[in-house]
T-cell receptor, first 116, second 113 residues
Framework: GAVVSQHPSRVICKSGTSVKIECRSL??????MFWYRQFPKQSLMLMATSNEGSKATYEQGVEKDKFLINHASLTLSTLTVTSAHPEDSSFYICSAAPLAGADTQYFGPGTRLTVL | GQQLNQSPQSMFIQEGEDVSMNCTSSSIFNTWLWYKQDPGEGPVLLIA?????ELTSNGRLTAQFGTTRKDSFLNISASIPSDVGIYFC?????????????FGKGTKLSVKP
């Protein structure tokens, strides 16, 4: 149980294009999902907290107009990187927190984004 | 963003040896978590600690929540080659599923067969 999937697992795009990454909780419902970014040999840094049915909360320094987050249902959150630049190339990982009563977050397998 | 102080940064050990790594923080956490991440994969939860002083085991892994709530350690006994990977500690300040995690910088473990 508690499986989180991400799609795609890898994506290569041209500079200036937009890329959408999906995060799904497969066997549980999640009111809250988190989006992290991880650069090579670095730790995970929280980008934003995504709440179902409401606006995401972004961490300081993360541009909300560049990283669009939509959490339309209790099992799906999407991150869209708009007008991607090479410096946006990174490993993007989501996590999902089950509904009230659980203190644990479950992580997806990550999406490797490469912007040419 | 804020990060925890995790040490050591890397370890090279012989198969069969025990391993110990720890995390410290200047702030109190309500929950400490330990994750393992393989290359190109997301972190996988190893052990979750919810009470100060709590000592929890998961097979060959043992972790403790420091009594001051500002530190935690993870021990791996009798290491095997598949233990190779990066281990992250994470602290959660706020209770419940709403609290975001703050991660340590990771400990890279290499095991020689």
């Amino acid at each position: 149980g508690a499986v989180v999937s991400q799609h795609p697992s890898r994506v290569i795009c041209k500079s200036g294009t937009s890329v959408k990454i999906e995060c799904r909780s497969l066997d549980f419902q999640a009111t809250t999902m988190f989006w992290y970014r991880q650069f090579p040999k670095q730790s995970l840094m929280l980008m934003a907290t995504s709440n179902e049915g409401s606006k995401a909360t972004y961490e300081q320094g993360v541009e909300k107009d560049k990283f669009l987050i939509n959490h339309a249902s209790l099992t799906l959150s999407t991150l869209t990187v708009t007008s991607a630049h090479p410096e946006d190339s990174s490993f993007y990982i989501c996590s999902a927190a089950p509904l009230a009563g659980a203190d644990t977050q479950y992580f997806g397998p990550g999406t490797r984004l490469t912007v040419l | 963003g804020q990060q925890l102080n995790q040490s050591p940064q890397s370890m090279f050990i012989q198969e069969g040896e025990d391993v110990s790594m720890n995390c410290t923080s200047s702030s109190i956490f309500n929950t400490w978590l330990w994750y393992k991440q393989d290359p190109g994969e997301g972190p996988v939860l190893l052990i979750a600690l919810y009470k100060a002083g709590e000592l929890t085991s998961n097979g060959r892994l043992t972790a403790q929540f420091g009594t001051t709530r500002k530190d935690s350690f993870l021990n791996i006994s009798a290491s095997i080659p598949s233990d190779v990977g990066i281990y992250f500690c994470a602290g959660q300040r706020f209770g419940g599923s709403q609290g975001n995690l703050i991660f340590g910088k990771g400990t890279k473990l290499s095991v020689k067969p």
